[in-house]
């Protein structure tokens, strides 16, 4: 694979990021009942990073946890039989029932992460709604997802990938468009 495009660089990301907590404390009329819970891996790092900045805005913090997945994916049974599914637990402290519960993740596609998301989060408790936020929406939806807080709508082909980088994970925050 082959760069493309950078579309993302790291004050970019902030002010998207900054933008979207502004959103999430406008939607909610503030963050009474609101709990936000990072899909894994890149999500929770998000999730963290929109939390400092909803604490800044507000001066309140709102509670964070982190969703595991891996048991909840649809493509479990095309891996063979040799491939265990690495599972990395998920950790929530708040109860979620009856909270306003917004999943982040880094990029939203074809939807079938954050429906695997919702039911994993369904498990754990009955949150009254459940909200998504992304820093990347790049079409080719296979579900009836939306998100409701955008960092960047990015239109892609299927034979494009876009890859977050996260200084947490990669080192450098950066988000860039690749062609197979």
Known sequence: MSEKAMVLDEQAIKRSLTRIAHEIIERNKGIKDCVLVGIKTRGIFLANRLAERVQQI??????????DITLYRDDLTKKTKDEEPLVKGSRIEANVTDKKVILVDDVLFTGRTVRAAMDALVDIGRPSQIQLAVLVDRGHRELPIRADFVGKNIPTSSSE???????????KDQVSIYEK
């Open 58 to 67: 507000e001066g309140k913090e709102i509670q964070v946890g982190e969703i």
């Open 161 to 171: 990938k876009v890859v977050v980088a996260l200084k947490e994970v990669d080192g």
